[in-house]
């Protein structure tokens, strides 16, 4: 497996516009995370599903933040509009329920100008 | 370590010595705990777990240390290369049935130099 693959790997846009970020997780994972990493804040987890179902999206900073999960093989996270304080690295990662330990993509780096 | 604000701490060595990394956590009721390594433009990789009805657990060239009275938390990696330079988290994972989510410190950054 190539592991979690997300995309775009750099994004850069204008303040106001539409971000989609992209993920695949490893096949067979049930779980998916979306993290955002910022070095005053660190990593912080955004939301998860299970079985493509959200399950908690307690750590979405705003209304702005919305992500689906359409299928077992798919997630998007999506801000819009964009703002400058968007600017982050944001991370998926999935895990099945065996795994003690939850599976990175290389992240996307995100910068809102 | 943890870190405050923007600076993480950073631990620097020589190549061939012994590094330990501390964490502090925070949740008495965590049941195991994870120390994940991120290089640099890449996303964290595991590294090694330790549940909490353990003390100590070893791998290849490193060792995590439990210590529930204190709510300490450290890993050590023998005979350090340059390719351990990285930033080091600990995470911490409260688990009910099925799968919980891991709450990440802020980190500590490892400098090896040869």
């Known amino acids: 497996d190539a592991g979690v693959i997300q995309s775009p790997r750099h994004e850069v846009t204008e303040m106001g516009q539409e971000v989609t970020l992209r993920c695949k997780p490893i096949?067979?994972?049930?779980?998916l995370f979306w993290y955002r990493q910022t070095m005053m804040r660190g990593l912080e987890l955004l939301i998860y599903?299970?079985?493509?179902?959200?399950?908690?999206d307690s750590g979405m900073p705003e209304d702005r933040f919305s992500a689906k999960m359409p299928n077992a093989s798919f997630s998007t996270l999506k801000i819009q509009p964009s703002e400058p304080r968007d600017s982050a690295v944001y991370f998926c990662?999935?895990?099945?329920?065996?795994?003690?330990?939850?599976?990175f993509g290389q992240g996307t780096r995100l910068t809102v100008v | 370590g943890e870190s405050v604000g923007l600076h993480l701490p950073t631990l620097s060595v020589q190549e061939g010595d012994n590094s330990i990394i501390n964490c502090a956590y925070s949740?008495?009721?965590?049941?195991?705990f994870i120390w994940y390594k991120q290089e640099s433009g890449k996303g964290p990789q595991f590294i090694i777990d330790?549940?909490?009805?353990?003390d100590k657990r070893q791998g290849q060239r490193v060792t995590v240390l439990l210590n529930k009275t204190v709510k300490h938390l450290s890993l050590q990696i023998a005979a350090t290369q340059p390719g351990d330079s990285a930033v080091y988290f600990c995470?911490?994972?409260?688990?009910?049935?099925?799968?919980?989510?891991?709450?990440f410190g802020k980190g500590t950054m490892l400098l090896v130099s040869p």
């Open positions: 990662a999935s895990s099945s329920i065996t795994d003690t330990e939850a599976f």
């Open positions: 096949s067979g994972h049930d779980y």
């Open positions: 330790i549940r909490s009805n353990m």
């Open positions: 949740n008495s009721a965590s049941d195991y």
């Open positions: 599903f299970n079985n493509n179902v959200p399950i908690d």
């Open positions: 995470a911490e994972n409260i688990g009910d049935s099925g799968y919980s989510t891991l709450t």
